[in-house]
C-alpha cells in the first residue's frame, strides 16, 4: 500500500506520492522571477534554501491555482535522473486536502500518449472517480529545468527505436 496526496485541476483529480513530498504548506507569498515561463509562481525561501515553486495548475491549463483555503504550495523531492541527488521544487495546488492509500497496482496505463505533459502517469478508477498519478521527476521541461536548476545535468537522451 502506498499513501498518495490527492489534488485538482479544475474538476479532476490528480496524485502525488507522498515519498516524494518533504513538506506540505498553506499557499505561501514567493519572490517572483522575471521572464519565467507563466507557470512558473517564483522562489520561496525554506530552510536555508532557495526553492523554485511552479503552478500546476497553470502548467496543465494557463489558468493559475485559485487563492482558496485549499490550494497548498507541497515541496516535493525532485530528481532529474533516478540516480541524481533530490533537490526541492515547490508546486502550487488547488484542494490538496485529501489522501488516498491504495496499491499501486491500481494504476494502470491509460493508453493514450501524454507527450507534451509527460509528467501524466497512469490512472486509477475508483470512489474519486478516474484519478491520475502525476510523476514529479518529469514536470520540468528541459529548458525550464536548466533555467531553475542549472547545477542539475540535462536528461539522458533516449536510445534510439528499433
Not at 519565467?36 to 523554485?52: C, F, I, K, M, T
Amino acid at each position: 500500500m502506498k499513501l498518495f496526496l490527492l489534488f485538482r485541476i479544475g474538476p479532476d483529480h490528480y496524485a502525488l506520492d507522498a515519498n516524494e513530498i518533504a513538506e506540505v504548506l498553506p499557499l505561501t507569498t514567493l519572490k517572483h522571477l522575471p521572464e519565467a515561463p507563466p507557470w512558473v509562481s517564483g522562489l520561496l525561501a525554506r530552510g536555508g534554501e532557495v526553492v523554485p515553486v511552479i503552478d500546476v495548475n497553470a502548467l496543465a491549463t494557463g489558468t493559475p491555482v485559485a487563492r482558496r483555503t485549499s490550494t497548498r504550495t507541497v515541496l516535493v523531492h525532485y530528481r532529474r535522473q533516478a540516480d541524481a541527488p533530490a533537490r526541492l521544487l515547490g508546486l502550487r495546488l488547488e484542494y490538496a486536502t485529501e489522501t488516498l492509500r491504495c496499491d499501486p497496482a491500481e494504476f494502470v496505463d491509460s493508453g493514450v500518449d501524454p507527450a507534451p505533459a509527460r509528467y501524466l502517469g497512469p490512472v486509477r478508477n475508483g470512489s474519486q472517480g478516474m484519478v491520475q498519478w502525476i510523476k514529479v521527476d518529469a514536470l520540468l521541461p528541459d529548458p525550464v529545468r536548466a533555467r531553475l536548476f542549472p547545477d542539475l545535468p540535462a536528461a539522458e537522451p533516449a536510445a534510439p527505436g528499433p
